[in-house]
């Protein structure tokens, strides 16, 4: 697990990184490409950010995560975004910033059952 | 630039250099800090921090060095101005930067019209090759 960034953790086919608050850009580029050599390493086809630490999502931020899961897609992998507060999702919407790439859930147990249900449609290989 | 007569003054302020990208995170911290001591509600406050966000990123990344002014605005209600002083390379087409006419690799052309949304007042004052003032107003909403 890489060091001194944002934790990922792994859930089964599904990798899981939570976001804490006041992330230096260095940390936010790190993070990008943590998730996606972590992918790589466990084979993971699933990603979930977790920001409900988040009190404000700036366009830097919410681009990053766009590209993310942009990212992550290309590798296979779908990415749900968690635990968005009302205020930064009124943020957004009024500064205009449409996130692509991703989807959401407002909790941590729906991403994970989003995540979960991929599964059972077969779509998933065996675990290495 | 002149500010409606009920807009209140400028009780206390502070001043933070942009200089580094860290100050961009400074400038943030303090702006919360404040919505948290004067209480504004998730989405003013949510709104401000983010707005503080664009526009010292926009410093940084534009000119790297500037000054951002925080006050807390003191009238009929409670605000927060923030204004953000740099002498970049000032905003050669500042229409199409308001109407979001950049690209959106572009930060600068999503930030501006996105950040003008955010907030009650929007100043702004540029010219290319002396520099950009930026000045935002909100106030607290009580329901």
Do not use: C
């Not at chain 1, 205009?96 to 729906?110: D, H, K, P, Q």
């Not at chain 2, 007042?121 to 106030?139: P, Q, S």
């Amino acid at each position: 697990m890489p060091s001194g960034g944002i934790p990922i953790l792994r859930i089964g086919h599904t990798l899981l990184a939570t976001i804490q608050l006041d992330l230096h850009d260095t940390v936010v580029d790190a993070f990008q490409s943590d998730v996606l050599e972590e992918m790589e390493r466990t084979g993971a086809d699933g990603l979930i950010i977790d920001i409900s630490a988040l009190e404000s999502v700036d366009s830097y931020v919410a681009r990053m995560l766009s590209n993310t899961g942009k990212m992550a897609k290309l590798m296979g992998a779908e990415t749900v975004i968690v635990g968005m507060r009302p205020a930064v999702a009124a943020t957004l919407v009024r500064m205009g910033y449409f996130m692509t790439g991703i989807r959401t859930a407002l909790s941590l147990e729906e991403g994970l059952e989003i995540q979960a249900s991929r599964s059972k449609d077969g779509r998933r290989s065996e675990i290495p | 630039m002149s500010f409606s007569a009920n807009s209140g003054v400028v009780a206390e302020s502070w001043e933070i250099r942009i200089e580094k990208e860290a100050d961009i995170i400074a400038v943030r911290q303090l702006v919360r800090e404040l919505t948290r001591e004067h209480k504004f509600d998730q989405f003013v406050a949510a709104a401000l921090t983010t707005a503080a966000s664009e526009l010292s990123r926009n410093v940084w990344v534009h000119a790297k060095s500037g000054v951002a002014r925080i006050g807390v605005l003191r009238g009929e209600r409670i605000g927060l101005e923030l204004s953000f002083v740099d002498k970049g390379p000032g905003i050669a087409d500042l229409q199409k930067a308001l109407a979001g006419g950049y690209s959106t690799a572009n930060s600068l052309g999503l930030g501006l019209s996105g950040t003008k949304r955010l907030v009650d007042e929007f100043h702004i004052e540029t010219e290319t090759g002396l520099g950009t003032t930026i000045v935002i107003r909100k106030w607290k909403k009580d329901f």
